[in-house]
Structure formats: C-alpha cells, structure tokens
C-alpha cells in the first residue's frame, strides 16, 4: 500500500485525471424514487458538483406502482393515498424532500416524469445533454425489480453517458 500511496507518478495521474473531470462533467443528472440509495446517490452527486462546479438536475419518475417500499408491499400496504389521487403533488413532495439533501450554493434543479423509469432517465439524459447519471444500486421498485436493480442495470447499458451507481 506505500508504493500506492508515496508514488509520485500516481499523483500526478491523479491531479490530471481530476483535471479532466472539472472539464468533462457540467451536467450531472440524479434518477431518485425516495429510497435511501437514492438519496444516498444524491450525497455523493453532491459532493462532485461541489468539486466540479457542476449543476445536478433531481429527476423523479412517476409511477404508481413504485411508490410503496418493498417492507410494505410485502406486508400488504396500499400505494400511499395522495399518489394515485395526486400524483403530480406527490412528486413534488418527493422532489422537495430531496432538496432537503442538497446544500445551499449548489446548483441544483428539479424535475419529473410519467412513465417508465428506465427509459425515462436515459431518454431524458440524453435529450438534455448530461454528462454523467448518478444513481442508486436499488430503489422502491417492485419485489423483483429491487433484487435485481432492473433500473441501474438498464441505466447502465442504456445510457449514452458515464453511470456512477451508489450501493
């Protein structure tokens, strides 16, 4: 570990890549469904907008039958009232909690979609030009879809962009 970590080739490697980082990436988009990976996908995407003086767009995807935690589906529970009755407040709710999660001088923005979320997020990341989608390893989805990470998965081979997936 001390040739890793003394070697004055790999800080070197290092700072450049850094330095080609703060010029490749600007645009830095962030899929969130509520979940703790989700937000925890946010965290990190905030700490590279921070080091990058990028921009982070919060992006939701509405579905109605990924709004009940897994723990819950399997117990039984309804999807929550306000999402099949109000689901444009409902992704608000959502959107704003997760701007909760973002410090102030970050720039950051919110927005939401109807519809899958696979395809939503990597249409949407590349009609709007990001450099790179930070996402969640699992989110809210149903019984399979959270064992296998059906989104991140399609996120991945989808998308036009690099993909940092948070586990």
């Given at each position: 570990m001390g040739f890793l970590f003394n070697n004055p080739y790999l800080v070197i490697i290092l700072k450049w890549s850094c330095y080609l980082w703060k010029n490749c990436i600007k645009k830095i988009l962030v899929p969130?469904?509520?979940?703790k990976n989700s937000l925890k996908a946010l965290s990190h995407a905030v700490a590279m907008a921070r080091s990058l003086d990028a921009e982070i767009t919060i992006l939701y995807v509405s579905v109605l039958?990924?709004?009940t935690p897994l723990y819950d589906q399997v117990k039984g529970a309804t999807i929550p009232a306000n999402a099949s009755t109000d689901p444009v407040n409902f992704a608000k709710k959502i959107l704003t909690e997760a701007l909760k999660h973002v410090p102030e001088g970050t720039q950051v923005q919110t927005h939401n979609e109807l519809g899958d979320p696979r395809i939503a997020i990597t249409e949407f990341?590349?009609?709007n030009?990001?450099?790179?989608?930070?996402?969640g390893s699992r989110g809210l989805g149903?019984?399979?879809g959270l064992l296998l990470g059906s989104v991140s998965t399609y996120v991945i081979r989808n998308s036009h962009c690099p993909v940092l997936v948070v586990k």
């Open positions: 969130i469904d509520g979940s039958s990924q709004q990341a590349e009609q030009g990001y450099d790179i989608i930070v996402i149903t019984i399979s």
